[in-house]
């Protein structure tokens, strides 16, 4: 069974610009959440989406937004991107439940490089 | 304070050593404890989960919960140098359907 796999795996833009990153779920799984890796905070939660749907949101600004598709395929847009935002981002997907047997996959990330 | 709390290490052991890895958490509403292994330039990888206080083995690996002192822990036994990467700790919560992690632990074991 393929894993999760995100494009591009590294990216270089510049401040101002806005970057557009894809993840492909593992089949059958219909949900897709994102995180933001860095080396000083961690891995932090973006949201989660679920047929086509946020379902759940964590504590960044508007300028992070995601959406997805009927294939359960999703993408995480950043505009007027800043230097703070060089990070490594991870999409993990799973089956709807609620429980931690519906368990989240990760992807191997994109990692975004801002100058 | 952060809601998960890990020994930040870095950890270096000689092969064959038992490496205790230790994480706290301050919402006694979290449900499912979680490790995760991370290699270098790849996604976490779920190692372990167990939702109940108590030991739960897997190989050389047991993770260990005490939701009195709302503490979890990892334990490898006969560490291997394929076991050098970062550690991290994870807990699920079924309500908000969202992983909130520990900054990790690198961990390197020395042939």
């Known amino acids: 069974k393929a894993g999760v796999t995100q494009t591009p795996r590294y990216l270089i833009k510049t401040r101002g610009q806005q970057v557009t990153l894809s993840c492909s779920p593992i089949?059958?799984?219909?949900?897709v959440s994102w995180y933001q890796q860095t080396p000083g905070q961690g891995l932090q939660f973006l949201f989660e989406y679920f047929s086509e749907t946020q379902r759940n949101k964590g504590n960044f600004p508007g300028r992070f937004s995601g959406r997805q598709f009927s294939n359960s395929r999703s993408e995480m847009n950043v505009s007027t991107l800043e230097l703070g935002d060089s990070a490594l981002y991870l999409c993990a997907s799973s089956f709807p439940g609620t429980s931690a047997e519906d368990t989240q996959y990760f992807g191997p990330g994109t990692r975004l490089t801002v100058l | 304070q952060k809601e998960v709390e890990q020994d930040p290490g870095p950890l270096s052991v000689p092969e064959g050593a038992i490496v205790s890895l230790n994480c706290t958490y301050s919402n006694s509403a979290f449900q499912y404890f979680m490790w995760y292994r991370q290699y270098s330039r790849k996604g976490p990888e779920l190692l372990m989960y167990?939702?109940?206080?108590g030991n739960k083995e897997d190989g050389r690996f047991t993770a260990q919960v005490d939701k009195s002192s709302k503490y979890i822990s990892l334990f490898i036994r006969d560490s291997q140098p394929s076991d050098s990467a970062t550690y991290l700790c994870?807990?699920?919560?079924?309500?908000?359907?969202?992983?909130?992690f520990g900054s990790g632990t690198q961990l390197t074991v020395l042939p």
């Open positions: 994870a807990i699920f919560s079924g309500s908000a359907r969202q992983l909130t």
């Open positions: 167990t939702y109940s206080s």
């Open positions: 089949s059958g799984h219909r949900s």
